[in-house]
Each structure stands twice: as C-alpha cells, then as structure tokens.
C-alpha cells in the first residue's frame, strides 16, 4: 500500500525530486510503464518555523490504512502491523467464541488484550496500552462487512496534561480531558469478509 507524505516536511522524507502523480486510490494516474510516467513537479516551499508545543504533523485522509481481511477459523488475523510508522510490527487477532459470536477476544502477539461479550455489545471502543501509546479500539459487529478499527493517539493537542497510565495499565486522566483531544498518528481499519 502507497501512502502519500505528511502534511509537515519534518514528517516525511527529503525528496526535492520530482514525486509520481497519484490519484486518490494512491496508485499512478497510467499504467506503470518503463517508457512512460508522468511527474508532477514540486513548488518551491518557503518553510516557517514551528512554534514550541505546536504539534509538527496532522492526520490526512491517506494517514488510514484499510485491510479488508478473511475470516478463517473464526478469527480475523493480520500479521505485519505498526500501530505508529517507526514502531514494532505486530499481529492481531480477532476471535470469536462460536459462531454466534458471543465473545470476542483481541489477541496482539499471541497474548489476550481484551475480551468482551458482544451479546451486550455489537458496537464499542476501549482504550488499549500498546508499546506505551494510547490506542482507541472499536468494533461494529452490527453492518455488514463487520468493522474493526485501531486509532493510535498522541500527545494531547493541548500538551499541558497531566495523564498517564495507573498500575493496571489503563490510562488515567486527572485534568479529565477529553479524548478526542488528543491528535491522531495512525489508523488502521480492519474490514472483514466472511467465509
């Protein structure tokens, strides 16, 4: 998957070539052809500073990776996964108790993150502690195909906090901030497709 650079030039590489055409798909606008490939040059930019405790990078519309995965065994597995770009690749899986789906069980690296009983929750979210980030764990198992989606949360955009996370490993928050305050570095969406 081909993902565009980031909003801030601090976040993506040095590239003052010229960079391919992509349409929103993320892949060339022509067949790829030895012969053949249209270049799109890059304007001069005149950088400004960042101010201190601005964030340097902004989640974009390709900052989400969409996996449309099979499910097999009554799990729904993907291997290969970074929560964060520089990060540690993982695997997840999904699991199911039965096939009415009465419990569903998030296993990361072959160890159970969270488990819940889906007949009291076909949608929800939780907070994870992943390589000491935050992340937002939701799941729809209402629509069809069933959705799962793993946000990886930074700093808060107002960086004067005070959370962190208490003895068993959920994030506690004593200024009561609101989650959606915190920016967004990765999302990763999980479609899955049945049978």
């Known amino acids: ?43 001069p930019v005149e950088e400004a500073p960042l101010e201190p405790n601005t964030q340097s990078c902004l989640l974009d519309e390709w900052d989400r990776q969409v996996l449309h995965v099979k499910k097999r065994n009554n799990a729904f597995s993907i291997t290969n996964i970074r929560f964060i770009d520089y990060g540690d690749t993982h695997r997840i899986a999904i699991s199911f108790h039965n096939r009415e789906r009465r419990t569903m069980k998030l296993t990361i690296d072959n160890e159970t993150i969270y488990e819940v009983d889906t ?6 979210n939780t907070k994870l502690n992943i390589e000491d980030m935050v992340v937002d764990f939701v799941w729809d198992l209402i629509e069809k195909p069933v959705r799962f989606s793993f ?4 700093l808060p955009l107002d960086s004067g906090s005070s959370a962190g996370y208490g003895e068993d490993g959920e994030l506690v928050d004593s200024d009561t901030e609101k989650w959606e305050d915190y920016e967004v570095l990765n999302s990763i969406e999980i479609v899955g497709v049945e049978g």
Do not use: A, V, W
């Open 1 to 43: 998957m081909k993902r565009l650079g980031k909003i801030c030039s601090s976040c993506s590489e040095d590239n003052e070539e010229q960079q391919p055409l992509l349409s929103k798909s993320g892949q060339s606008s022509q067949p790829p052809s030895e012969q053949h490939m249209d270049y799109q040059s890059k304007p």
């Open 151 to 154: 946000r990886t949360r930074g």
């Open 119 to 124: 007949r009291l929750q076909f949608r929800g």
